[in-house]
């Protein structure tokens, strides 16, 4: 995560105080430090921050480009777009594997049909990445006319152009997601069939989409497993799909019918989760009525409290973590 | 809700010149205001929306979901104009909300907010001189500038995939999705 790459943070606190804090402050600093590594909303003003940066040769992309198979399928593909995901399961390393569910004006300039847009992307070198692509290269894709698959190269500074239409400024747009240790065929398919449901019958939200992430979580569990890396706020390291569902749409009436939309798929993926695996978001997707306990432990959540009274006594920043919530 | 400022004919001359220099929206529904040393100075813009004007005149956030008329809105220059802010709120009973690119849906913001337009802290500087190279960038800072900074010197941090989040709030939110892969490409 991005936390991981933080080295300092300039605060200016409730008490008007400025603050430099990294991993050498001590005390209250240090613990102020790291909450605000992942759940630093309310906690003061943030007037600059600095990461860690590292050069792009060392991802061995030929030309700094990030490498993509994109398979898109009509709606009533669903079955093999789904056996293909899987078949990308669990990712390599380097690899990361999107199944986004949408309606194809989304894309381009056509209809408002539902379609499954399954892309496999790759951070090194390409004949890796169409190693690990090869379900995506199956005769069974490239044979059928109702699907469109390409192979594309992206520089890695314009990889966000594919998401500048989401990045518009206006509307009733959400994001709510759910961490997820497993993604089983069925589920997919029920999902699909309520976002289809859902846009069908409202057809002011048919830009909305449902996007499933999957990453290999191993070096993530590596990196929870040293002290720094700990210390974060972050409780999903061991999960390797984020389900995010993104409702859009331009009708206030729509808002209500849309947040409902997006709780049930969450429910939906979760009650496929092991049992022992409690329900998981984070701060940047979370909604007005999320629970602390979806996104922290209760130890995060009983010391978070206690640093936002320490450093903000009066309460005079908004914080998930307040008294009032 | 009652704002305890004065307006003095000095100070309209003044907040008109300020108003040019800023190049600030010829809108009869804005009036920007200086609050005088009788109670908090506040030296840097300040926008008072009037009860009828759309908040979309007032804000740009990314999505109207949560989001009504602030209360009024402070756009800082310098720290000291945040230290004032905060001051500020605490004497008139205002929540302060920092906003960098807009982006969260999930921020309350209402009209008992001051909302601090952190659009002003935009510097972002890349450092390839030490052993580390490390990427700063101001509170207001959005994510294509990281982008562009980084990818221009032949560098990349981890980020996420929209160009108008603010990097701040998507640290201090729990970073993102796309941020995974290269995170762990790092470690």
Known sequence: ?325 | MELDFKVSEWSVDFVFQRYVQFGGRRHPEYFFAMITRDSIALKCEVVIPHPETPVRSVLDRWSDVGLSRPALVVVPDTEQDIIDAILYAKNTGLELIPGGGGHGPFVPITDKTLYLDMKRFDKVVLDTSQEQARISFGGGALTRRVIDVCTSEGFYTTWTNSYGVGMVGSVLGGGSVSSMIVSAKIC
Not at chain 1, 126 to 153: C, K, Y
Not at chain 1, 210 to 221: L, S
């Open chain 1, 1 to 325: 995560m991005i936390m991981d790459q933080l080295i300092s943070i300039r605060l200016i606190t409730a008490a008007g105080e400025v603050l430099e804090l990294d991993s050498t402050s001590l005390g209250e600093e240090l613990g102020l430090f790291h909450a605000l590594s992942g759940a630093g909303h309310g906690l003061g003003v943030v007037t600059s921050m600095t990461l860690k940066a590292f050069p792009l040769a060392a991802l061995r992309m030929k030309n700094d480009e990030v490498w993509c198979r994109r398979v898109t399928f009509p709606a009533d593909a669903i079955n093999l777009a789904v056996e293909k995901y899987m078949q990308l399961l669990p990712p390599k390393p380097s690899q990361y594997v999107l199944l986004m569910f949408a309606r194809e004006h989304v894309i381009s300039t056509g209809s408002s049909a539902p379609i499954i847009i399954l892309s496999s992307l790759y951070y090194g070198p390409e004949e890796e990445g169409e190693q690990a692509s090869r379900p995506l290269f199956d005769q069974v894709i490239v044979n059928n006319s109702t699907i469109h698959s390409e192979t594309v190269s992206t520089p890695l500074s314009q990889m966000n152009e594919a998401w500048a239409s989401f990045s518009v400024h206006g509307e009733y747009k959400d994001i709510s997601s759910a961490w997820l240790r497993t993604t089983p065929v069925e589920t997919v398919k029920a999902s699909f069939q309520q976002y289809m449901q859902f846009t069908d019958h409202y057809k002011d939200a048919t830009r909305s989409t449902v996007v499933h992430a999957t990453h290999n979580p191993q070096k993530h569990v590596a990196i929870s497993q040293t002290l720094e890396g700990e210390a974060k706020y972050f409780e999903s390291r061991d999960r390797g799909t984020c389900m995010l569902v993104m409702p859009w749409t331009s009708n206030p009436e729509t808002v209500e019918p849309m947040r409902v939309f997006a709780k049930s798929i969450k429910a939906l993926y979760r009650t496929a989760q092991p049992d022992s695996d409690l329900p998981r978001t984070f701060p940047n997707n979370m909604q007005a009525d999320t629970q602390l306990e979806e996104m922290h432990t209760l130890d995060r959540i009983k010391e978070l409290k206690r640093i936002k009274k320490l450093w903000d006594q009066s309460g005079v920043f908004w914080s998930p973590y307040g008294e009032n919530r």
